[in-house]
Protein backbone atom coordinates (compact mmCIF):
# COMPACT_ATOMS: atom_id res chain seq x y z
CA UNK A 1 0.00 0.00 0.00
CA UNK A 2 1.15 3.52 -0.94
CA UNK A 3 2.34 5.89 1.95
CA UNK A 4 3.42 9.35 3.09
CA UNK A 5 5.71 10.67 5.45
CA UNK A 6 6.31 13.92 6.67
CA UNK A 7 8.41 13.11 9.29
CA UNK A 8 8.39 16.86 11.17
CA UNK A 9 4.95 17.79 12.66
CA UNK A 10 5.94 21.63 13.24
CA UNK A 11 8.99 23.61 12.27
CA UNK A 12 9.68 27.29 13.08
CA UNK A 13 11.42 29.68 10.91
CA UNK A 14 12.54 33.18 11.12
CA UNK A 15 11.33 35.45 8.10
CA UNK A 16 14.02 35.71 5.87
CA UNK A 17 15.21 32.17 6.31
CA UNK A 18 15.61 29.17 4.37
CA UNK A 19 12.63 26.53 4.42
CA UNK A 20 13.07 22.78 4.01
CA UNK A 21 9.93 20.22 4.91
CA UNK A 22 10.34 16.66 4.04
CA UNK A 23 8.38 14.37 2.54
CA UNK A 24 8.87 10.21 2.06
CA UNK A 25 6.83 8.17 0.04
CA UNK A 26 6.99 4.53 0.03
CA UNK A 27 5.16 3.18 -3.11
CA UNK A 28 5.62 0.23 -5.76
CA UNK A 29 6.73 2.77 -8.46
CA UNK A 30 7.50 6.52 -8.96
CA UNK A 31 3.98 8.09 -8.25
CA UNK A 32 2.52 11.31 -9.15
CA UNK A 33 3.71 13.55 -6.00
CA UNK A 34 2.02 16.69 -5.05
CA UNK A 35 2.77 19.70 -2.71
CA UNK A 36 -0.31 21.40 -0.91
CA UNK A 37 -0.56 24.38 1.46
CA UNK A 38 -4.01 24.99 3.26
CA UNK A 39 -4.11 28.44 4.90
CA UNK A 40 -6.41 28.86 8.02
CA UNK A 41 -10.20 29.43 6.75
CA UNK A 42 -8.89 28.16 3.09
CA UNK A 43 -9.04 25.40 1.30
CA UNK A 44 -5.80 23.44 0.32
CA UNK A 45 -3.76 25.16 -2.51
CA UNK A 46 -1.39 22.92 -5.12
CA UNK A 47 2.16 24.40 -4.69
CA UNK A 48 3.40 22.19 -7.34
CA UNK A 49 3.43 18.85 -9.18
CA UNK A 50 5.82 16.24 -10.23
CA UNK A 51 4.42 14.50 -13.24
CA UNK A 52 8.19 13.51 -15.33
CA UNK A 53 10.98 15.14 -16.90
CA UNK A 54 13.39 17.57 -14.74
CA UNK A 55 13.42 16.36 -10.69
CA UNK A 56 13.88 19.43 -9.85
CA UNK A 57 10.45 21.51 -9.80
CA UNK A 58 9.31 25.01 -9.59
CA UNK A 59 5.97 25.91 -7.91
CA UNK A 60 4.03 29.50 -7.27
CA UNK A 61 4.77 31.57 -4.54
CA UNK A 62 8.73 30.74 -4.67
CA UNK A 63 8.77 27.17 -3.88
CA UNK A 64 10.64 24.26 -5.22
CA UNK A 65 10.74 20.41 -4.70
CA UNK A 66 13.41 18.00 -5.61
CA UNK A 67 12.25 14.00 -6.08
CA UNK A 68 14.80 12.04 -5.60
CA UNK A 69 14.46 8.32 -6.53
CA UNK A 70 16.96 6.54 -4.66
CA UNK A 71 15.87 8.35 -1.04
CA UNK A 72 12.24 8.29 -1.92
CA UNK A 73 11.77 11.64 -1.56
CA UNK A 74 10.06 14.99 -2.42
CA UNK A 75 11.14 17.81 -0.48
CA UNK A 76 9.93 21.39 -0.61
CA UNK A 77 12.46 24.03 -0.15
CA UNK A 78 12.04 28.10 -0.25
CA UNK A 79 15.21 30.18 0.36
CA UNK A 80 13.79 32.77 1.80
CA UNK A 81 10.13 32.65 4.11
CA UNK A 82 7.92 35.30 4.54
CA UNK A 83 5.30 36.00 6.97
CA UNK A 84 2.67 35.11 4.94
CA UNK A 85 3.92 30.93 4.50
CA UNK A 86 3.20 30.25 7.77
CA UNK A 87 0.55 27.31 7.15
CA UNK A 88 0.13 23.53 7.23
CA UNK A 89 1.51 21.97 4.07
CA UNK A 90 0.97 18.81 2.94
CA UNK A 91 3.32 16.29 0.54
CA UNK A 92 0.51 13.97 -1.22
CA UNK A 93 1.26 10.67 -3.97
CA UNK A 94 -1.20 9.44 -6.24
CA UNK A 95 -0.63 6.44 -8.66
CA UNK A 96 0.26 6.92 -12.34
CA UNK A 97 -2.94 5.30 -13.48
CA UNK A 98 -6.58 6.34 -13.87
CA UNK A 99 -7.09 5.74 -10.65
CA UNK A 100 -6.58 9.61 -9.36
CA UNK A 101 -7.06 8.88 -5.47
CA UNK A 102 -4.31 10.90 -3.46
CA UNK A 103 -2.63 9.76 -0.48
CA UNK A 104 -1.74 12.75 1.94
CA UNK A 105 0.71 12.69 4.24
CA UNK A 106 0.31 14.07 7.83
CA UNK A 107 1.12 17.64 7.23
CA UNK A 108 3.82 20.17 8.53
CA UNK A 109 2.85 23.31 10.53
CA UNK A 110 4.90 26.05 9.71
CA UNK A 111 5.57 28.95 12.02
CA UNK A 112 7.09 31.91 10.91
CA UNK A 113 8.69 34.00 13.71
CA UNK A 114 9.49 38.39 12.99
CA UNK B 1 -7.31 29.30 -10.23
CA UNK B 2 -10.45 27.90 -9.86
CA UNK B 3 -13.11 28.28 -6.72
CA UNK B 4 -14.69 25.27 -4.08
CA UNK B 5 -16.88 26.61 -1.95
CA UNK B 6 -18.46 24.53 1.06
CA UNK B 7 -21.45 25.09 3.18
CA UNK B 8 -21.62 25.26 6.08
CA UNK B 9 -18.11 26.08 7.69
CA UNK B 10 -19.43 24.63 10.75
CA UNK B 11 -22.24 22.80 12.41
CA UNK B 12 -22.95 21.28 15.91
CA UNK B 13 -25.64 19.12 16.26
CA UNK B 14 -27.26 16.79 18.65
CA UNK B 15 -26.24 13.08 18.30
CA UNK B 16 -28.76 10.71 15.56
CA UNK B 17 -29.29 13.97 13.57
CA UNK B 18 -28.66 14.52 10.12
CA UNK B 19 -26.26 16.74 8.52
CA UNK B 20 -26.12 17.98 4.85
CA UNK B 21 -22.90 19.47 3.10
CA UNK B 22 -22.43 21.39 0.26
CA UNK B 23 -19.62 21.46 -1.79
CA UNK B 24 -19.76 23.75 -4.78
CA UNK B 25 -17.49 24.76 -8.11
CA UNK B 26 -18.21 28.61 -8.40
CA UNK B 27 -16.86 28.84 -11.43
CA UNK B 28 -16.26 25.57 -13.58
CA UNK B 29 -17.84 22.30 -13.85
CA UNK B 30 -16.99 19.50 -12.02
CA UNK B 31 -16.99 16.56 -13.57
CA UNK B 32 -15.54 14.54 -10.38
CA UNK B 33 -16.01 15.67 -7.00
CA UNK B 34 -14.03 13.86 -3.79
CA UNK B 35 -15.04 14.28 -0.21
CA UNK B 36 -12.13 13.51 2.32
CA UNK B 37 -12.15 13.48 6.56
CA UNK B 38 -9.54 15.11 8.11
CA UNK B 39 -8.91 14.52 11.87
CA UNK B 40 -6.27 16.54 14.18
CA UNK B 41 -3.10 16.57 12.93
CA UNK B 42 -3.51 13.49 10.62
CA UNK B 43 -3.88 13.03 7.13
CA UNK B 44 -6.44 13.50 4.92
CA UNK B 45 -8.63 10.38 4.16
CA UNK B 46 -10.34 9.95 1.07
CA UNK B 47 -13.46 9.19 1.70
CA UNK B 48 -15.69 8.79 -1.68
CA UNK B 49 -15.21 10.00 -4.96
CA UNK B 50 -18.43 11.25 -7.15
CA UNK B 51 -19.30 11.60 -10.99
CA UNK B 52 -21.74 14.05 -11.68
CA UNK B 53 -25.19 11.56 -12.14
CA UNK B 54 -23.58 8.46 -10.95
CA UNK B 55 -23.43 6.90 -7.71
CA UNK B 56 -20.69 7.42 -5.38
CA UNK B 57 -17.50 5.48 -5.13
CA UNK B 58 -16.80 4.61 -1.62
CA UNK B 59 -13.30 3.51 -0.33
CA UNK B 60 -13.26 0.89 2.05
CA UNK B 61 -14.34 1.18 5.73
CA UNK B 62 -16.61 3.94 4.53
CA UNK B 63 -20.20 3.08 5.35
CA UNK B 64 -22.14 4.25 2.25
CA UNK B 65 -25.66 4.44 4.73
CA UNK B 66 -23.86 6.59 6.96
CA UNK B 67 -22.41 9.30 4.23
CA UNK B 68 -25.06 9.77 1.53
CA UNK B 69 -23.33 11.57 -1.37
CA UNK B 70 -25.06 13.29 -3.95
CA UNK B 71 -23.76 14.75 -6.93
CA UNK B 72 -26.51 16.18 -8.60
CA UNK B 73 -24.91 18.63 -11.06
CA UNK B 74 -22.05 19.78 -12.95
CA UNK B 75 -21.28 22.42 -9.82
CA UNK B 76 -22.85 20.69 -6.60
CA UNK B 77 -22.46 17.39 -4.57
CA UNK B 78 -23.70 16.96 -1.07
CA UNK B 79 -22.93 15.18 1.65
CA UNK B 80 -25.19 13.95 4.02
CA UNK B 81 -23.95 12.69 7.86
CA UNK B 82 -27.21 10.71 8.38
CA UNK B 83 -27.67 9.80 12.38
CA UNK B 84 -24.72 11.04 13.01
CA UNK B 85 -22.62 10.22 16.56
CA UNK B 86 -19.84 12.11 18.17
CA UNK B 87 -17.12 9.88 16.40
CA UNK B 88 -18.65 11.60 13.37
CA UNK B 89 -16.92 14.39 14.37
CA UNK B 90 -14.47 15.98 11.94
CA UNK B 91 -13.52 18.15 9.54
CA UNK B 92 -14.58 17.69 6.28
CA UNK B 93 -13.34 18.78 2.72
CA UNK B 94 -13.99 18.41 -0.38
CA UNK B 95 -12.57 18.89 -3.74
CA UNK B 96 -13.59 18.78 -7.40
CA UNK B 97 -11.88 18.50 -11.01
CA UNK B 98 -12.85 19.13 -14.16
CA UNK B 99 -11.33 16.10 -15.09
CA UNK B 100 -11.41 12.65 -14.34
CA UNK B 101 -7.27 11.89 -14.19
CA UNK B 102 -4.87 13.25 -12.50
CA UNK B 103 -3.58 15.44 -15.18
CA UNK B 104 -6.34 17.50 -13.88
CA UNK B 105 -5.75 19.06 -11.01
CA UNK B 106 -8.00 19.12 -7.82
CA UNK B 107 -9.50 22.31 -6.38
CA UNK B 108 -10.18 22.02 -2.52
CA UNK B 109 -13.14 23.58 -0.39
CA UNK B 110 -12.27 25.55 2.77
CA UNK B 111 -14.24 22.34 4.99
CA UNK B 112 -16.61 21.99 7.09
CA UNK B 113 -16.22 21.39 11.09
CA UNK B 114 -18.58 19.33 11.94
CA UNK B 115 -19.20 18.88 15.81
CA UNK B 116 -21.83 16.15 17.04
CA UNK B 117 -23.19 16.38 21.01
Known amino acids: AQSVTQPDIHITVSEGASLELRCNYSYGATPYLFWYVQSPGQGLQLLLKYFSGDTLVQGIKGFEAEFKRSQSSFNLRKPSVHWSDAAEYFC????????????FGAGTTVTVRA | GAVVSQHPSWVICKSGTSVKIECRSLDFQATTMFWYRQFPKQSLMLMATSNEGSKATYEQGVEKDKFLINHASLTLSTLTVTSAHPEDSSFYIC?????????????FGPGTRLTVL
Open chain 2, 95 to 107: SASAGQGLYDEQF
Open chain 1, 92 to 103: AVGPRSNDYKLS
